[in-house]
């Protein structure tokens, strides 16, 4: 196991010098923030990317993510281009020896949360969500200041999406999503770069949309849709931990029986009703995600892979971008540590 650390860039208020003096983290996610999505991702930027985290004493070892387009999903007929940049990327990526790409193929919203700042019992703050609350969220306006997601929309281009995506069900969106693989695939595999897809969030439909990549029949089937070792997954015990019905730890021995699971995010969830729930400090006792049977898991398929902690709460007075704080997410990796040492000896 490789332990990481999630930095946005120059911008973060989190800096790699930080980064650098959390004990065991030697490699950082990043991602380039300056292109537009369905560009292809110029050489120049991404060396330059590779040489700044080098110089602070660590390494890029995923970038997360190189976004998928909104036609490339819906299916229009500009998917065959895009799809050409989105390859150029992925070669340039293996050819600057960045070994695992994360994306997902979320419709229009990336993670999504009705609370970014949902006040806990120790006086910490955290992401939450409640179904109930979705509702009242005005979509009229555009996107606005909302969390998680690669792009921005005024109100006219949100509603040309939700209208576009209207009508689409799930098979679609499969069919979609195999179309995507079948040829970035092949480029992922020749340029020595695993594709890790990241599971919806929360797992089930948000605004009316379809998502797929919910639960391990869907995993197992993404898989599937392009057999090969380049197709994988990145493992969210968050997102997936969401939902009461998904067994983390088959899962896990499922995909990593075959070599699937290309990266891991750590988190934990407090489950607190149906479709309605907060997160929380890492260690099992906190959340509904049993930590200690997923690095279980982890140690019966010999996972070596990237691992960071995911989101984290606010605490120590701490201000920056949501669930992303300097101090919850370290005392994360520190934690995960323990107990992959735990595991491992």
């Not at 387009?69 to 007929?77: A, N, S």
Request: hydrophobic letters at 40%.
């Amino acid at each position: 196991m490789k332990m990481s650390f999630r930095w946005f860039g120059d911008d973060d208020p989190v800096s790699l010098e930080y980064i650098r003096q959390i004990p065991g983290v030697r490699s950082v996610v990043s991602a380039l923030t300056n292109v537009d999505v369905g560009a292809p991702w110029p050489k120049d930027d991404i060396d330059r990317l590779v040489a700044r985290i080098d110089t602070a004493g660590l390494e890029l070892g995923v970038v997360e993510s190189v976004a998928v387009h909104e036609d490339i999903k819906l299916g229009r007929p500009t998917r065959d281009r895009l799809i050409d940049h989105y390859c150029d990327s992925i070669v340039r990526l293996g050819e600057a020896g960045i070994p695992v790409l994360c994306y997902n193929f979320m419709p229009i919203f990336d993670w999504t949360r009705t609370e970014l700042a949902m006040p806990l019992a120790d006086g910490s703050t955290a992401l939450g969500y409640d179904h109930r609350q979705l509702a009242r969220i005005d979509l009229s306006k555009g996107t606005g200041d909302l969390p998680g997601w690669a792009t921005a929309y005024d109100a006219e281009t949100l509603g040309g999406l939700l209208t576009a995506y209207h009508d689409m069900d799930e098979e679609q969106m499969w069919e979609h999503l195999a179309y995507f693989l079948e040829r970035v695939v092949p480029a992922a595999a020749s340029a020595n770069v695993k594709l890790a897809i990241h599971p919806d969030d929360p797992p089930w439909p948000v605004f009316g949309l379809p998502r797929i990549i919910t639960n391990g029949p869907a995993l197992e089937r993404l898989t599937r849709l392009v057999d090969h070792p380049a197709n994988g997954v990145t493992f969210c015990t968050g997102s997936l931990g969401a939902s009461a019905d998904n067994d983390l730890p088959a899962m896990l021995r499922s995909l990593g029986a075959r070599r699937r699971v290309h990266f891991m995010h750590c988190r934990n969830v407090r489950r607190t009703g149906e479709r309605q729930f907060h997160e929380t400090p890492h260690p099992s006792e906190f959340g509904s995600v049993d930590m200690l049977e997923v690095f279980r898991a982890l140690r019966d398929v010999s996972y070596d892979g990237p691992m960071r902690p995911d989101h984290g709460r606010m605490i120590w007075g701490e201000r920056g971008r949501p669930g992303y704080g300097l101090y919850d997410r370290a005392l994360g990796a520190m934690y995960l540590q323990g107990l992959w040492e735990g595991m491992s000896r």
